[in-house]
């Protein structure tokens, strides 16, 4: 079992501050301690606690400093979109005739589904977002990509292949095509 320890000012909700009122929905301590066995919350609480209890040679990170808090989950995002976020369009069409759609089609290609779930992983963590709904592209291998990158950094991810029954790109596969035709009917 490995164990590892972050120090600093936590935050911890417990539950919902409009079901039970703001100060009873969060536990928050000024200098606490947040003990991590095989990855894992095990233990919370104030530092001065919990540090006499910690086996000999538990790194501690020292993020007194800073704020800690639980992962944020990100409810709607499409991992496929990130080269082109802040692109103008005029109208939400106009942006994914010009931009999103465009830059979907390189998905066909495994490779490219590949480095940018790595990236958008990446950038999820480096920015304290733990979980999130992803919207992948029509191609089974970017939701494929997407899964084993996430896999690999051992986050939860609620993912799925993007269905769509109108507008299809023309470099949309051909059997997405079908499989779109077919759904109308």
Not at 7 to 19: E, I, M, N, V, W
Not at 107 to 120: K, T, V, W
Request: charged content about 20%; hydrophobic content about 40%.
């Amino acid at each position: 079992m490995s164990q590892q320890a972050i120090r600093g000012r936590l935050l911890s909700y417990r539950d919902d501050p409009g079901a039970v009122g703001e100060a009873a929905a969060y536990d928050y301590w000024q200098d606490g301690l947040l003990i991590l066995e095989d990855g894992r919350i095990a233990q919370i609480g104030e530092a001065s606690a919990l540090l006499p209890g910690l086996p000999s040679g538990t790194p501690v990170d020292d993020y007194r400093e800073y704020l800690v808090m639980t992962g944020f989950i990100d409810a709607h995002t499409h991992y496929s979109q990130t080269q082109v976020i802040a692109s103008f369009g005029a109208q939400l069409l106009d942006w994914l005739e010009n931009y999103a759609f465009v830059e979907e089609q390189k998905f066909e290609d495994p490779a490219h589904g590949e480095r940018l779930a790595a990236f958008f992983l990446d950038e999820c963590l480096r920015n304290g977002t733990t979980t999130a709904a992803v919207y992948c592209t029509v191609h089974p291998g970017s939701v494929e990509a997407f899964f084993a990158a996430s896999h690999a950094r051992n986050m939860r991810m609620i993912a799925g292949k993007l269905l769509m029954d109108r507008g299809a790109p023309k470099g949309c596969s051909t059997r997405c095509r079908a499989a779109m035709t077919r759904a109308r009917r």
